[in-house]
């Protein structure tokens, strides 16, 4: 298995894809690299994909401590980036991805060409602060069953969970499978977060993308995004929750490659 080890952790990541041009695909908080595989047909036509599981999951490293940091995790991809010799490429991150990726842009701006944020967030607030204290007291009270329960109407639009009862199924399986307790440590630096004072010198082309049905990293967040960064457009995706790569992927890798050059 592919790794790369940085100040004493281990990311695992991946390599795939017909194309020359770099592109970068970030992870939500409760995803592993698996979960890009609805857009992975599209988008290996035509650039050459790099995923990776950040720290605390999937398969990288899950340290002990309270916290892991955006800015740790955005240094942890840049030499992601070093290790393959890729010196520039574009990125997509998608919701907790996609706070990666804005630190990403700012601590490292030379490597990013074009920037795709995904359902996520410009600042951790009081809502969403209130919204993973709701998962936690869910875990610790009724465990993962609960905690599922609680968290679909966030993750999902009405279409999704009337329309597809396999799959929520099927993902309720996938949630026993992770790691609860390095999930907290990403939450806990996710609650950090706030670039409204840097979003303005990020100079990257970005498009900024978001289900209109999405009530987890809702619209104002995404509109924020696009009024503080100098050269970001906004995309709305009608109908769309939160989990783009599974109930709109196909729509989301078009918007992807319309945006970012092959």
Not at 122 to 138: G, L, N, R, Y
Not at 166 to 186: C, G, M, N, Y
Not at 212 to 233: C, F, G, K, N, V
Request: charge should be negative.
């Amino acid at each position: 298995m592919p790794y790369t080890t940085h100040r004493g952790h281990r990311l695992y990541y991946e390599e795939s894809g017909r194309g020359e041009h770099p592109l970068l695909l970030l992870n939500g908080l409760t995803m592993s690299t698996a979960g890009w595989t609805l857009l992975l047909p599209r988008l290996e036509a035509r650039y050459r994909l790099v995923r990776t599981d950040l720290l605390g999951q999937g398969q990288s490293d899950k340290p002990l401590g309270d916290a892991y940091s955006l800015p740790e995790q955005a240094e942890l991809v840049a030499h992601l980036l070093d290790t393959l010799e890729v010196e520039r490429c574009h990125v997509v991150g998608l919701s907790y991805g996609g706070m990666v990726a804005q630190h990403l842009a700012h601590l490292h701006p030379e490597r990013i060409d074009h920037l795709v944020l995904a359902a996520t967030l410009a600042c951790s607030d009081a809502v969403d602060k209130a919204i993973a204290a709701s998962w936690v007291a869910a875990a610790k009270s009724g465990g993962t069953e609960l905690r599922f329960a609680v968290s679909l109407p966030w993750l999902f639009s009405n279409r999704y969970l009337s329309s597809h009862p396999e799959q929520i199924s099927e993902l309720k399986t996938v949630a026993t499978l992770f790691d609860w307790d390095a999930v907290l440590r990403l939450l806990a630096g996710m609650r950090e977060h706030d670039a409204r004072t840097w979003l303005p010198t990020i100079s990257a082309p970005t498009r900024v993308i978001v289900g209109s049905e999405d009530r987890l990293t809702p619209l104002h967040q995404s509109e924020m995004l696009s009024t503080y960064m100098p050269h970001a457009q906004l995309v709305p995706i009608p109908g769309a929750g939160h989990a783009l790569h599974l109930e709109s992927a196909e729509q989301f890798a078009r918007l992807v490659m319309e945006f970012c050059p092959g």
